[in-house]
């Protein structure tokens, strides 16, 4: 589902100038980061295709002019069966 969701994210940056997003908040809770796929440039942003615990897939970019970063896209979750 795309959206845009302001996030706290802890991520790794390395002197070569790479950042790898570790973990991030999102509704209620922190998720891990089990993979990062694709890594992509829109404009004054970094985009990041990242996979979180359980297998959920999300779209994390951080903005290079404000350092805040925003989820862009996340799974639709369902209700459970009753």
Known sequence: MAMSE???VEAHF???GEITP???TWQTGTL????V?????EGDERCFAV?????????LRL???????RIS??????PAAA
């Open 63 to 69: 903005d290079e002019k404000t350092l805040r970063w």
């Open 22 to 24: 570790r973990r991030f």
């Open 32 to 35: 891990l980061v089990e993979g």
């Open 6 to 8: 302001a996030t706290a």
């Open 73 to 78: 896209r996340a799974p639709v979750l369902r």
């Open 51 to 59: 996979l979180a615990a359980g297998g959920r897939a999300f779209e």
């Open 14 to 16: 390395s002197i070569a």
């Open 37 to 41: 796929g694709r890594r992509w440039k």
